[in-house]
């Protein structure tokens, strides 16, 4: 079966041509047949069917309905240049480092301690994950101005980068979306962005907060439509995500581990999958459900369902189709088909919220190591950094000069909510190889082996 599938998806996918060809070598071949007297009174004969005003009147009829397709279909949306953040050496928290700030704050309770330990073996990191300053102290201080600062390292390091790359200037921003889940200050931090770069009085600016991990490709959604609407504009996303008022120093098990456009938020079973509560000691951490993994399964079911026609060749939606009816009709047992998104795609950017997703979902999407690699390595090296973890994936498949013109990348990300949201890219031209960006330094060591468990 395995080597009769090629054959069926290029024959399934190429059906026009192959139909048209042979119709076409008919006419041809029937023309070469014709003596030159039945070729002039053929031509005579159409020439007395065709009217001027007919013609004219389908002619004008071809233009009407060219301008309305034209004008009525969504325009391109480009991505110029992105900039990912590298933290400095100095934030670097080694497994130890780690370890022994968790022994000090929690010495009170070795159970959680031995907890923590368990889940960083299992948890696919490496040993150059960063933190921010703040919580290096022992104990952390995780004030307001900490972090501010935390904030405006980051972002404004970020978009001097991007505005060196592409020499676009403030007073060129025509729209400013800044999505960071759970640092929201007031004044909000596009309004920090907006006095920094004294960018224009007139720009249209959003904060979003409090919506997961999966925020990144809400922004650019959100960039999308606005775009739509003023064209010949250019919108600038930040992604973030501030750790330095969010580190937890309870005991409570469900809180400790910090992982981190489908919406499940109706079910409140998904909506409370990933929560920010207080624990019985008053302090305040993020909340994560033994649930999480099936919910993030069904909102991904959801999220394929609607992406699927969009992107899927006709060859993978047919057996999908023939699938569902024998389901359906025949036998209900069978086993449900999952579409090869590898037909669709040459690269994926999973969201690097833990070892967990990517193990799932590349079980589920049937995905090679090769497919995930720029997840779990972006997870080694950088860790969970949220929302803007795909961008750091996408900077790793075009450090390692993967990105050809022409290719197309599928970005999943899922959040809290429950939330699973997907966009799709299609490369214009082979990308050549980053001379800066967050892999600059370390991507010839590059892909590394990760142990199921790596002993501490």
Known sequence: MKQLKPCYQYLVNHILTLILIPVALGGVVGLLRMDPAEAL???????????????????????L????????????IYLVDYACY??????????????????????????SVDFQMRILERSGLGEETCLPPAIHYIPPTPTMEAARTEAQVIIFSCIDSLMHKTGIRPKDIDILIVNCSLFSPTPS???????????????????????????????????????????????LVISTEIITPNYYKGSERAMLVHVVRTHKGADDKAYKCVYEQEDP?????????????????EALKSNITTIGPLVLPASEQLLFLFTLIGRKIFNPKWKPYIPDFKQAFEHFCIHAGGRAVIDELQKSLQLSAEHVEASRMTLHRFGNTSSSSLWYELGYIE???RMRKGDRVWQIAFGSGFKCNSAVWKCNR??????????QDCIDRYPVHIPEIVKL
């Not at 065709?50 to 009829?61: E, H, I, N, R, T």
């Not at 309905?65 to 391109?76: A, E, I, Q």
């Open 86 to 111: 590298k933290a400095p050496v100095t934030c670097r928290v080694p497994f130890s480092t780690f370890m022994e700030h968790s022994r000090l704050i929690l010495k009170d309770n070795p159970k």
């Open 430 to 439: 082979t990308i050549k190889t980053a001379s800066d960006g967050p892999w």
């Open 399 to 401: 450090a390692k000069g």
């Open 189 to 235: 931090l596009s309004a920090m962005v907006v006095n920094k770069y004294k960018l224009r009085s007139n720009i249209k600016s959003y904060n979003l907060s409090g919506m997961g991990c999966s925020a990144g490709l809400i922004s650019i959604d959100l960039a999308r439509d606005l775009l739509q609407v003023h064209p010949n504009s250019n919108a």
């Open 41 to 63: 009174g053929a031509l005579h004969s159409l020439q007395g069917l065709l009217d001027p005003v007919q013609m004219l009147c389908s002619g004008f009829l071809l233009v």
């Open 65 to 76: 309905v060219g301008t309305l397709y034209y004008t009525s279909k969504p325009r391109s």
């Open 281 to 297: 000691e008053g302090k305040i951490g993020i909340n994560l459900s033994k649930d999480l993994m099936v919910i993030a399964g």
